[in-house]
């Protein structure tokens, strides 16, 4: 059972009982509808309270059921509260914790609410791109007033219960109660007061609804949302769904909310949004390591090497409270390694997102060492040294000698093999990637790298703790550029081809940009510095001296044009500006280069440009599946989105390519492969693409 019956007294008490947030599912449903049958058909009973057991009342739909037929299964959650509304006998909601979603909803259609202080109450439906769709935006502006009901509405953010409980005239709390733990007596108590007053039932659904300053206030606020919510049409559907509230009857209002979340349901940002919700609980989840395999304590973090990632790295463990040592080869580095934490931290205070004592808190919990001795107590070593295989030898062997036993040995390498460096130590089972992106304290993505021996236990605690910091921890297999920056080569691959055929970097830039990603690839490639792609050329060179690549990036670096730092790169800069300013030399440049290859330049679509960059990510995403390099799809997703600047209204690569068809996909790919500038064996579509395409499936 997921909803308990019990009978106190003369009240009737339906406990919703589905772990871990009570989710609206199927059986739940049934639960209280059975419950409610049972309390109506006994005359013993005088009233009914609904609750939920352990940490909620209700955090709304059950995601185990997304997108499944059994979601919609009669009992759905409008019959249900329309039960509610029906029944005979007042039904009073003892609210604490999580009221979210469909909880909230199903709050509303009972006569009387009694909520516990601290409760988190929310409307989230936004943020799978969907509005409230059963009766939220009808009955939350009733009891809230239309502003503050809209304010949630569209944000989707949660409100305190006592902060909604002190807003004058609100009427969606009756009373509040001490705390979580008496709301259901207090709830009960409550109802018995209603029935000695002659059992009154009052329902939101009768209370007027109105905005005082009416389609005037309405036509601000769509402004304002549409401007921020951009690509997504459900916030802005958010403010005309409340809009209809204020002039509809309930029952037309209640019609016009369904029929507009169902067409939003069928939009691709909604599917985009929804995908990445499952994505996101999907990429903690490692095939072959169960849920509940022990983790090791991490009480104490090491770091090795203060420079950009090392220091950025730091910050995200004081962050989150744990104590982090730094070790440097010279006492100088170590100055300026703290230095520029400092600074980081004291320009959050300034900008008043950081409180002074917080500040202090955090640098109490950072300490600096010269010596690997003062290293032995550390559960958790991060090393960010140089990226060359000799130094990274000499900090494994080193660490191996001094850290303890169970000790996890992580490395930030974003190019070397995790295997090789593990093999410096005797204990390759604690050694993993960890691989930052820059700023390392800001970029959400981890890529958490599993050696052919790193232990389960020390994945499972490197997923753990990343969730810790708050980043989003996907694993990668051992491979070249693990999972991101693997298929981020294929995509500049063809941004260089695209200048060979005809392209400036401007339009290239623009043409991705308006699909959405926050920045092109030569614009990219100024901010991160064309040296870092120059010197893994050389090295692919020597290893795959076949690989056809465009040579206008080696070119641009020839001129000593590195981006942004030297103040020139695909464009070029005013001194202590960012803004991107075509360059003419670079496109003289590229047109030279063109000349000496005898090519006739061509006009190239912004289509064109778009799908080559895009799908050249997926067919090497699709090979990184094969190659198990990636456990599934949405955890490409979550490399791209998190850490690469990828449209979230498009959820990701494969996603896209999902809902492009991979049928039509894999037809384009074998278009471009014909084209005898680009890499025509490159384009063979990846065979997991053809056989899906065959099978009429997505990703
Ligand atoms: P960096 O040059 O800014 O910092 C490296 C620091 O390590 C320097 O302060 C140096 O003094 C110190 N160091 C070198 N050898 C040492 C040793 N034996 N013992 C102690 N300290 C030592 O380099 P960065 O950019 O921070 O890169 C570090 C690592 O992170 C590299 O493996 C790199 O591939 C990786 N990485 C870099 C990213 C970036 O965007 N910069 C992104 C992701 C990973």
């Given at each position: 059972m997921t909803a308990e019956y019990q009978v106190r007294g003369d009240v009737a008490v339906i406990t919703l009982n589905n772990?871990?947030?009570?989710?609206?599912g199927y059986a739940t449903r049934r639960g209280i509808t059975d419950g409610l049958a049972n309390a109506l058909g006994d005359?013993?009973?005088k009233a009914i309270v609904i609750t939920g057991a352990g940490k909620a009342f209700s955090g709304g739909a059950d995601i185990k059921e997304f997108g499944s037929p059994k979601a919609l299964a009669e009992p759905n959650l409008l019959s249900v509260i329309l039960a509610l509304e029906a029944s005979t006998k007042p039904i009073v909601a003892a609210i604490h914790t999580v009221c979210m979603g469909g909880g909230l909803e199903l709050a509303l259609g009972c006569h009387y609410r009694v909520a516990a202080p601290g409760t988190n109450v929310a409307l989230p439906e936004v943020k799978l791109g969907?509005?409230?769709?059963?009766g939220g935006t009808q009955r939350l502006p009733r009891v809230l007033g239309v502003e503050t009901a809209l304010n949630m509405i569209v944000s989707g953010e949660p409100v305190k219960s006592e902060m909604l409980a002190s807003?004058?005239?609100?009427?969606?709390?009756d009373k509040m109660a001490a705390s979580a733990e008496t709301v259901v007596a207090e709830a009960i108590e409550f109802a018995q007061g209603v029935v000695a007053k002659g059992s009154e039932m009052p329902l939101v659904r009768n209370l007027p609804c109105k905005h005082p300053q009416g389609d005037a206030y309405f036509q601000f606020a769509k402004n304002m949302v549409a401007g921020m919510a951009?690509?997504?049409?459900a916030p802005v559907k958010c403010v005309e769904t409340v809009q209809a509230a204020t002039k509809l009857k309930f029952d037309d209002g209640m019609a016009e909310e369904r029929r507009v979340f169902t067409a939003l349901m069928f939009t691709p940002e909604s599917a985009a949004l929804r995908h990445i919700f499952m994505a996101e609980r999907g990429?903690?989840?490692?095939?072959?390591?169960?849920?509940?395999t022990p983790k090791r304590e991490i009480k104490l973090v090491g770091v090795i090497g203060a420079g950009t990632m090392g220091g950025g790295i730091s910050m995200n463990f004081l962050n989150a409270g744990i104590p982090v040592k730094i070790l440097e080869m010279k006492q100088e580095a170590l100055d300026r390694g703290v230095a520029t934490i400092r600074k980081n931290y004291e320009a959050q205070v300034k900008k008043g997102k950081l409180k002074q004592d917080k500040y202090d808190q955090r640098m109490s919990l950072l300490s600096t060492t010269l010596?690997?001795?003062?290293?032995?107590?550390?559960d958790l070593i991060i090393e960010a040294v140089f990226e060359e295989m000799g130094v990274k030898e000499q900090v494994f062997k080193k660490l191996d000698e001094?850290?303890?036993?169970?000790a996890i040995l992580a490395s930030n390498t974003s190019t070397l093999d995790v295997n090789k460096i593990a093999s410096?130590?005797?204990?390759?089972?604690d050694v993993v990637g960890m691989h930052f992106f820059s700023p390392a304290n800001v970029m959400k993505l981890l890529e958490v790298v599993r050696g052919e021996k790193t232990a389960k236990d020390v994945l499972a605690t490197v997923m753990a703790i990343g969730k810790k910091i708050k980043k989003t921890a996907v694993v990668s297999g051992v491979?070249?550029?693990?999972i991101g920056n693997r298929m981020i080569e294929q995509y500049s691959r063809q941004a260089g081809f695209l200048l060979d055929e005809g392209a400036t970097p401007q339009q290239v830039d623009k043409a991705i940009e308006k699909f959405?990603?926050?920045?092109?690839p030569f614009r990219m490639g100024d901010l991160a510095g064309n040296d870092i792609g120059w010197a893994i050329r050389k090295r692919r060179a020597v290893e795959?001296?076949?690989?056809?690549?465009?040579r206008t990036a080696d070119k641009l670096c020839e001129l000593g044009r590195f981006g942004q730092k030297t103040g020139a790169g695909w464009y070029d800069y005013k001194p202590g500006k960012r803004d991107a300013i075509p360059s003419e030399l670079v496109n003289k440049m590229v047109e030279d280069h063109r000349k000496e290859l005898g090519i006739t330049p061509r006009k190239i679509s912004d289509e064109e440009i778009v799908q080559r960059l895009v799908f050249a990510l997926v067919n090497e995403g699709a090979h990184i599946l094969e190659d198990g390099?990636?456990?599934?799809?949405g955890d490409i997703d979550m490399v791209y989105l998190t850490?690469?600047?990828?449209?979230i209204w498009r959820g990701g690569p494969m996603h896209y390519a999902s809902q492009v068809g991979l049928y039509n996909v894999a037809s384009t790919m074998k278009r471009f492969a014909?084209?005898?500038?680009?890499?025509g064996a490159f384009w063979e579509p990846a065979a997991l693409i053809q056989k899906l395409a065959a099978e009429g499936k997505g990703f």
């Open positions: 772990p871990p947030v009570n989710g609206l005359a013993a009973v969907l509005i409230p769709g059963a807003l004058p005239g609100q009427k969606l709390f951009k690509n997504f049409p990429a903690s989840k490692i095939p072959d390591v169960a849920d509940d010596s690997y001795d003062d290293f032995k107590d550390c001094v850290a303890k036993q169970g410096f130590t005797k204990r390759p089972q491979c070249d550029g693990f959405g990603f926050a920045m092109g795959q001296p076949d690989m056809k690549y465009s390099i990636a456990s599934k799809a850490g690469y600047g990828f449209p014909a084209n005898p500038l680009d890499d």
